[in-house]
C-alpha cells in the first residue's frame, strides 16, 4: 500500500480538513519508507568539530537506514562514508575516538585509508586472486559543518549543507556567531514516534495550555513563524523585557535577546534560540513507537550547564510526556485527528505536505 494512500491527501468532508490515520503514527512499513526517501537524503547533526580535531579523530552515527562514520582525514578534511565493511558489511568501527590513519574491520581485518581506500586484505594472493583493491574502497556519504556542528547526509551527492538550511540559517547565524561551546548534552529516549515530537515543536496552539506555567513569561499573541522550503523559523518576546537574561549574549540584538525562537531544519533537528543559550534536539526514529533524543546545548564557557539543562528539560518533559500520550491514543482502533486549528496547527499541515511528497510512490 502505497504512503500517499496510508497517510492522506487531507480529508476536508467539511469546513476544518483532518489528517492521518493511526498507520502515520504506527507502521513499521511506513517508518522504512521515510528512513529510506527522507532520511537518506537529508542531513543529520552528528557531532562537533571539537571531536574531530586531529588527523584520524572519528565518530560514528546511525543515519536513515544505516551506520555512518566521520573521520578527519590526513590532510585535515572531514570525509563521511557508510559505516560498513566492503567485504560483509560489519560496522569498521564503533564509538569514537582515534584510528590511527586506519580503519581496520575487525571482523577479518580488511583495513582502509582515512581516505576510505581499501590496503589490506590479509590472504589476499591465496583467497583473493585478482582483486582490485581499488574497486573495494568505502561507500561515501556527504560530511559539512555550520557554526562548529558536524552534520552528514547518507547521500554523496546531497547538496551543501548551507543550501538545504537556506533561508533559516540566515536567520540563526546572528545566534551562533558568538564564543558559544557546547556546555551540556543529554540522550535519551521518547516512547513515541519521531513524527510527534516534531509535530509538537512546530505547535503553536499547544503554548497557551500544555506550557501554561513553563513558558508562561512568553507573549504567545505575539506569536510569529515562518515557513522557509520545508524549514520552520518562529520567535515570540517576553511578555516583560526585564526578565531577559540578566548576562545576555552581548553580540545579538534587543530583539533576539528579549525573546525565544522555536525552528526545525527539516525532517527532524528541532532548534530553540534564546538570549543566554542555543539547544538542539533531534528526533531520530529507531521503531515506530521509539524515538532517540539527543538535547545540546551551547552557551558561554562560564556558564552553568546544570541550570541551563533545567530550564530546557521544564517544558521539553512536558512536551516528552504528552507525545508518548498520544502515542498510546494512535495504538487504538478508533484513532484519528480532528480538525486542526487554523494557523497555529498551519506548520504541521506543512510538514506532512512535505513528507507525503518525499515519499510519494
Known amino acids: 500500500m502505497s504512503y500517499v494512500t496510508q497517510v492522506g491527501p487531507e480529508r476536508t468532508t467539511g469546513p476544518h480538513p483532518t489528517y492521518p490515520p493511526s498507520d502515520w503514527y504506527t507502521s513499521p512499513e511506513l517508518l522504512e519508507l521515510e528512513r529510506r526517501r527522507v532520511f537518506d537524503h537529508s542531513w543529520s547533526l552528528v557531532g562537533t568539530l571539537d571531536e574531530l580535531g586531529e588527523p584520524g579523530a572519528y565518530l560514528t552515527a546511525t543515519v536513515g537506514t544505516g551506520p555512518i562514520l566521520v573521520v578527519r ?50 590472504q589476499m594472493q591465496r583467497q583473493f586472486e585478482g582483486i582490485d583493491l581499488s574497486d573495494w574502497g568505502l561507500l561515501q556519504a556527504a560530511a559539512d559543518t555550520w557554526h562548529g556542528m558536524v552534520f552528514v547526509n547518507p547521500d554523496p551527492t546531497a547538496s551543501p549543507l548551507r543550501e538545504a538550511l537556506g533561508e533559516l540559517a540566515d536567520r540563526l547565524d546572528p545566534f551562533l556567531s558568538g564564543p558559544l561551546v557546547e556546555i551540556a548534552r543529554v540522550t535519551y529516549t521518547a516512547k513515541c514516534n519521531w513524527k510527534l515530537i516534531v509535530e509538537n515543536h512546530i505547535d503553536v496552539y499547544h503554548l497557551w495550555h500544555l506550557h501554561r506555567h513553563s513558558l508562561s513569561m512568553y507573549d504567545h499573541q505575539a506569536f510569529e513563524w515562518d515557513m522557509k522550503s520545508n524549514n520552520w523559523w518562529s520567535y515570540e518576546p517576553l511578555k516583560d523585557p526585564e526578565d531577559a537574561p540578566s548576562q545576555p549574549f552581548n553580540w545579538l540584538t534587543e530583539y533576539e535577546r528579549e525573546g525565544i525562537g522555536a525552528h526545525l531544519f527539516f525532517p527532524n533537528l528541532m532548534l530553540v534560540t534564546t538570549g543566554s543559550y542555543f539547544a538542539s534536539y533531534d528526533a531520530t526514529p529507531t521503531a515506530p513507537d521509539e524515538t532517540l533524543l539527543t538535547l545540546r546545548i551551547w552557551s558561554g564557557a562560564d556558564s552553568d550547564p546544570e ?16 507525545c508518548e500520550l498520544l502515542q498510546e491514543g494512535a495504538g487504538s482502533s478508533r484513532f484519528t485527528t480532528g480538525p486542526l486549528a487554523a494557523t497555529h496547527e498551519a506548520p504541521i499541515r506543512e510538514f506532512h505536505r512535505a513528507l507525503v511528497a518525499l515519499c510519494r510512490d
Do not use: I, K
Open 73 to 122: 582525514d590526513n590532510a585535515g578534511n572531514l570525509r563521511a562514508f557508510h559505516n560498513l565493511c566492503r567485504h560483509r558489511g560489519l560496522p569498521v568501527l564503533q564509538g569514537q575516538g582515534n584510528c590511527g590513519g586506519f580503519l581496520t574491520c575487525p571482523y577479518h581485518q580488511w583495513s582502509y585509508d582515512v581516505e576510505g581506500r581499501l590496503r589490506r586484505v590479509p
Open 307 to 322: 541550570a541551563l539543562l533545567q530550564s530546557v528539560r521544564s517544558f521539553m518533559a512536558e512536551d516528552v510526556d504528552v
